[in-house]
């Protein structure tokens, strides 16, 4: 399973590529402006740190300024994806950056039937957003197990990114349905090695190691 963070934050990105943990970026509007940094160089800056995919989503809503954003976002790096929202231009704008091998992340998914099409117009990665089904009191979790069945039942090649990850049961979920990705924010990835039997036990460890030396 690939774990991608989910931040714009530099300072994030370099502590978890530091551990190794993570394999990709994914970022949205709505983070990059909380880092107030010009949009293309914290790209490309946010490339030159993590050797893998890293999405970065255009602002237009019709296919045609989709397509000019796309291709200037692509110019930054090879491994840019660009994050298309789940519409009829935005689709159209995947199939035609399909065709140019230009990879595309359809976001904003929160229907089987969305998914499907993504992954018909050519979508490399798709993002279902998990935790705003869940706020809204549905099961953002069962969306990922219909998507997954649903590219498995027809060989669809594009890739499931569970996305809006609240808390690290989402991942541990994610994991066990076999979804290929989950974008986490840092605060999560923050939260996976704790265990509170991994703190009692280094302590004990220790304790019993300067015992045994004052005895000996
Ligand atoms: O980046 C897309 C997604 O992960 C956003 O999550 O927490 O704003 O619903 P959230």
Not at 80 to 98: F, Q, S, Y
Request: proline letters at 4%.
């Amino acid at each position: 399973m690939k774990l991608f963070i989910d931040t714009a934050n530099i300072t994030e990105i370099k502590e978890m590529a530091e551990a190794g943990v993570i394999d990709g970026v994914t970022t949205n509007p709505s983070l990059v402006a909380k880092e107030g940094h010009q949009f293309h160089k914290l790209i490309a800056e946010i490339c030159a740190i993590v050797n893998g995919p890293v999405s970065a989503e255009v602002m237009a809503l019709n296919t045609a300024d989709m397509v000019t954003e796309a291709h200037k976002l692509a110019k930054i790096h090879a491994n840019v994806v660009i994050k298309i929202p789940m519409t009829m231009d935005g689709l159209r704008a995947v199939r035609i950056l399909t065709s140019e091998e230009i990879a595309t992340n359809v976001t904003l998914v929160f229907s089987p039937n969305q998914a499907l099409l993504a992954a018909k117009a050519g979508a490399k990665f798709v993002s279902p957003f998990v935790g705003r089904i869940d706020d809204c009191g549905g099961d953002g979790m069962d969306l990922v197990t219909q998507i997954m069945d649903i590219y498995d039942n027809y060989a669809f090649d594009t890739e499931v990114i569970v996305a809006s990850v609240r808390h690290p049961l989402h991942v541990v979920q994610a994991a066990l349905i076999g979804a290929d990705i989950a974008t986490l924010p840092y605060a999560i990835l923050k939260k996976m090695p704790d265990h509170p039997l991994t703190d009692i036990g280094i302590t004990r460890f220790l304790s019993d190691w300067e015992g045994g030396r004052k005895n000996g």
